[in-house]
């Protein structure tokens, strides 16, 4: 088995679901008392979302690269970012490390593509929805068309992930206002809508609608655990 490099905390609350769904996902293919090889490095996220919200990108890829060189030190085969938006970082990350990082969007897009989607929403962080280290990629490296919500409902779904899901926070009123942005990307050809921040499944699941939902941390987490075992 290969060792599993964790890079969370953005938010650990989202860490804690990639940490279960991985060690579920090798005792479920091994069995018995099997448990994931991985390693975690946790990183305080007050002083990302500020970096974030100041525009200072380059101290997140600077703390995120010292992060990512301890996890390749403390014996990773190979690491998983545990936050959709933070993959924007990955070049730079990709300067200091030996090891290979799994990128969601691939990840996800190989997914989409099993299911022979061509098109699809996706919801996120408004860095994720705006800008195109993730649509970009799924569009020029997978040929996956991305739509995603007006700027009003960007900023729906931006300010219950920060406000309220990174806090732990569910609320039904915004469970309400998620599904109709759903439905409506729906409406306009969206065959099934990735759940592009990792947190978005702490508030909806399958269960909630007949859209495709397409969950980027149980995903992600289901392609560790295939390459940790291959």
């Not at 940490?19 to 579920?24: C, V």
């Not at 008392?33 to 525009?55: C, K, N, T």
């Not at 989409?112 to 996120?124: F, S």
């Not at 806090?167 to 439905?183: D, H, N």
Request: a negative charge.
């Amino acid at each position: 088995m290969k060792t599993i490099g964790l890079l969370g905390g953005m938010s650990w609350e989202s860490s804690a679901l990639y940490y279960r769904q991985i060690n579920e996902g090798i005792k479920t293919a091994l069995g018995g008392h099997h448990s994931a090889e991985l390693v975690m490095y946790s990183v305080d996220f007050a002083p990302i979302e500020q970096r974030q919200h100041s525009g200072d990108f380059a101290g997140n890829e600077a703390k995120l690269s010292e992060a990512a060189k301890s996890i390749e030190a403390a014996g990773a085969d190979f690491i998983l970012i545990c936050t959709n938006t933070m993959h924007e970082a990955i070049p730079e990350i990709k300067k200091h490390i030996k090891i290979p990082i799994l990128h969601i969007a691939d990840a996800t897009a190989e997914v989409i593509k099993q299911k022979d989607i061509k098109t699809v929403g996706l919801l996120g962080t408004g860095y994720t929805m705006e800008r195109e280290f993730y649509k970009g990629r799924l569009k020029e490296e997978h040929g996956i068309n991305v739509l995603t919500p007006d700027q009003t409902d960007r900023k729906i779904i931006h300010d219950v992930i920060y406000d309220e899901l990174v806090l732990g926070t569910v609320k039904e009123t915004s469970k309400a206002e998620y599904l109709r942005i759903i439905k409506k990307l729906a409406e306009e050809g969206a065959e099934a809508v990735i759940l592009g921040c990792t947190e978005i499944g702490m508030l909806v699941n399958q269960d909630d609608t007949d859209i495709i939902l397409l969950d980027t941390t149980e995903i992600h987490a289901q392609k560790a655990v295939e390459k940790a075992l291959k």
